[in-house]
């Protein structure tokens, strides 16, 4: 199953950011984002550290994910 996730970066004084993203392990994925392990994106490197501000999971497939 698939997971269509938020995050709201808490480098506020860099200001707010937020980054949309789909996985199937939104733990390792979380981890990835704040450079706990390898992978993540770009994006996300600047305005570390991240929390899930909101999440949707049970999606049956990576393209109605994508669409989502």
Known sequence: MWIVYLLLSKSY???KRTY???TTDMNRRLK???GELVGGSKYTRAYRPYE???FLD????????SKF
């Open 13 to 15: 004084e860099l200001g």
């Open 20 to 22: 949309v993203g789909i």
């Open 32 to 34: 990835q984002h704040n």
């Open 52 to 54: 899930v501000a909101y």
């Open 58 to 65: 049970n999606i049956p497939n990576r393209s109605i994910a």
